[in-house]
């Protein structure tokens, strides 16, 4: 059983900002693809970000770009997603998956996944 721990979700006024972690096994990190994806209510599940394991190799939704920034610390086994200038349209729960070597967006073809943290963004 592969556990990937998500932390950092919260409630935020529109316009600020938000850091989630994740935490996963270092036999998982340092050769999978890491990713970040949300859900809404009555939304499917959508990618907002990865990266490579390499981190040489970075994926963002249109909808994020230039607002949020994914990273990696191979050393610690975590990842990260800073969110800047929040916006009401991005409260979901933000889920971290992991993926063999390479990163693609359709959400059905990640290996592991982690709970979910909550994110509330107030106009």
């Known amino acids: 059983q592969v556990q990937l721990v998500e932390s950092g979700g919260g409630s935020v006024q529109a316009g600020g900002s938000l850091r989630l972690s994740c935490v996963a096994p270092?036999?998982?990190?340092?050769?999978?693809?890491m990713g970040w994806f949300r859900q809404a209510p009555g939304k499917e599940r959508e990618i907002v970000a990865a990266?490579?394991?390499?981190?040489?190799?970075?994926y963002y939704a249109d909808s994020v770009k230039g607002r949020f920034t994914i990273s990696r610390d191979n050393a610690k086994n975590t990842l990260y997603l800073q969110m800047n200038s929040l916006k009401p349209e991005d409260a979901a729960v933000y889920y971290c998956?992991?993926?063999?070597?390479?990163?693609?967006?359709?959400?059905?073809?990640?290996?592991?996944w982690g709970q979910g943290t909550k994110v509330t963004v107030s106009s």
């Open positions: 998956a992991a993926r063999v070597l390479t990163f693609v967006t359709n959400s059905r073809l990640w290996n592991f």
């Open positions: 270092g036999r998982i990190f340092n050769s999978y693809a």
């Open positions: 990266v490579s394991w390499n981190p040489d190799s970075t």
